[in-house]
Every structure is written in C-alpha cells, then in structure tokens.
Nanobody, 119 residues
C-alpha cells in the first residue's frame, strides 16, 4: 500500500515559481511511473509531467508546461517534486501526485494541492 501526500501549493502572481512536493509512504521507485497531474473544474485530469521508470527513467511533460516545469525524484527522501517556473493564470488547478504500475494493477493518488495563479 502506498500513500501520497502533496504540499507546496498556494496563491502566486503570474511569473512566480512554486515547488510542489509529494511525500510517499511505501515503495514507489519500483512503480512503472511517478508523476504529477492537474485538474480544473469541468475538465479532465491532465498529465503535467512524469518519470517513466518502466522505460528507463525517461521524463515526459505536457506541451503546455515544457520548458517551465521540472519533475524530479529523491530516493533518499521518497519524494517526487515538481518545480514550476514562470507560472501563468492557466496553470491554476488542483495538482495531484500519482504513482502507478498497470501490470500489477496499482494506481495511487494523493489528495491534491491547489495552485492559483492570479494578479
């Protein structure tokens, strides 16, 4: 069983930076992927960035955040972080941490952290 707890969200002005952190209890580095998603009311949850351990650790980002976000994982701390720079109002959403392994039918989500970008 894996539990994920996100932190680091908040209200910031356009152009600011935030670092979201996901603290995991349980083993996550043997999962197929670790990532961050976001969701706004009325829309589907979308991928922001993910580390695909099952494909050699490649990293994928949504086109909308490419160049502005960096996802990283720390084995010693058992965390998955998302550094977001040059934030825009359209980045406003609830951000969720996720780890999954489809072959083992495992899919875990955190409770989410709100990010609001507004002047």
């Amino acid at each position: 069983q894996v539990q994920l707890v996100e932190s680091g969200g908040g209200l910031v002005q356009p152009g600011a930076s935030l670092r979201l952190s996901c603290l995991a209890s349980g083993s996550i580095f043997d999962m197929y992927s670790m990532g961050w998603y976001r969701q706004v009311p009325g829309k589907q949850r979308e991928l922001v960035g993910a580390i695909i351990e099952g494909e050699g650790g490649i990293i994928r980002y949504a086109d909308s955040v490419q160049g502005r976000c960096t996802i990283s994982a720390d084995r010693a701390k058992n965390t998955v972080d998302l550094q977001m720079n040059n934030l825009k109002p359209e980045d406003t959403a609830v951000y969720y941490c996720n780890v999954e392994d489809p072959l083992r039918n495992l899919d875990y989500w955190g409770q989410g952290t709100q990010v609001t970008v507004s002047s």
